[in-house]
């Protein structure tokens, strides 16, 4: 059974960073796509970014591009969210997700658990 487990959030103030990892078990990594969304509350689940296998090819939100970066350690199973210049409107639920490519949450076939982030003015 794959298994997805967020780790890195955490209180922050406006203008931090912030690196959010997962670390995926249960399956290959090195064939799994992976994706990172978020949902704040009584916000629907947003799309945050994804990354093919082999870590090429990164598709981003438009709204948060140039200030997150998404990537992957095959070699440790993990992949990787670096969220810079945090915002207060970037506090929500970060989850991980794998076994799609794109923005759509039904591409996805697995999910972690989520991990909190509270970025204060």
């Known amino acids: 059974q794959v298994q997805l487990v967020e780790s890195g959030g955490g209180l922050v103030q406006a203008g931090g960073s912030l690196r959010l990892s997962c670390a995926v078990s249960?399956?290959?990594?090195?064939?799994?796509?992976m994706g990172w969304f978020r949902q704040a509350p009584e916000k629907e689940r947003e799309f945050v970014a994804c990354i093919s296998w082999s870590g090429g090819s990164t598709f981003y939100a438009d709204s948060l591009k140039g200030r997150f970066t998404i990537s992957r350690d095959n070699a440790k199973n993990t992949v990787y969210l670096q969220m810079n210049s945090l915002k207060p409107e970037d506090t929500a639920v970060y989850y991980c997700a794998g076994g799609g490519y794109g923005s759509r949450h039904s591409l996805y076939n697995n999910w972690g658990q989520g991990t909190q982030v509270t970025v204060s003015s």
């Open positions: 249960g399956r290959t990594f090195r064939s799994y796509a």
